[in-house]
């Protein structure tokens, strides 16, 4: 709970409390706050329990903590149900980015030229040649499936 405070930060509170309360009211103050503290867990605790019983049987695993957004999606990645690892490892965007990067510099990869051919048929690769053989007054020619 408290994982983030340093000594010399535990220090300084000690020094305040003691001279805010002073040293014959501390001790009288920290068995309250425990006190306190020990009450709200016990609710907490009843609180929850109420809520499993109400759930029924078929909730009788459930934790609250599975509520958290993070701890859920951990969860369920955790849980290869649906395939997730199997996909994630059979993409590779690196080599999809490299292969599109390729085709759109008109670079001679044997990728780029399988993906482009495969994609639009060759269509990149023609209006590239047509732009090499253009008079200097000609317009190149309009690309529908660039628009």
Request: avoid cysteine; hydrophobic fraction near 30%.
């Given at each position: 709970m408290f994982n983030d405070i340093g000594p010399l930060e535990l220090v300084a509170l000690v020094v305040?409390?003691?001279l805010v309360f002073g040293p014959e009211k501390l001790p009288k103050m920290i068995q309250d706050v425990?006190?306190?503290?020990?009450?709200?867990r016990e609710f907490s605790e009843s609180a929850k329990a109420d809520?499993?019983?109400e759930l029924g049987p078929e909730f009788k695993d459930f934790e609250f903590e599975d509520?958290?957004?993070?701890?859920f999606i951990r969860k369920q990645l955790d849980n290869d149900e649906l395939g997730l690892k199997e996909i994630r490892n059979g993409f590779d965007l690196k080599k999809e980015m490299a292969e599109v990067t390729d085709a759109v510099h008109g670079r001679d990869s044997?990728?780029?030229a399988a993906?482009?051919?495969a994609s639009s048929s060759g269509g990149t690769v023609d209006m590239t040649k047509k732009r090499e053989q253009l008079?200097?007054?000609?317009?190149?020619?309009?690309?529908?499936?660039a628009t």
């Open positions: 305040l409390a003691v425990t006190r306190t503290i020990r009450k709200i809520i499993r019983d509520l958290n957004p993070k701890t044997e990728s780029a993906s482009s051919t008079e200097p007054a000609e317009r190149p020619p309009f690309d529908a499936d």
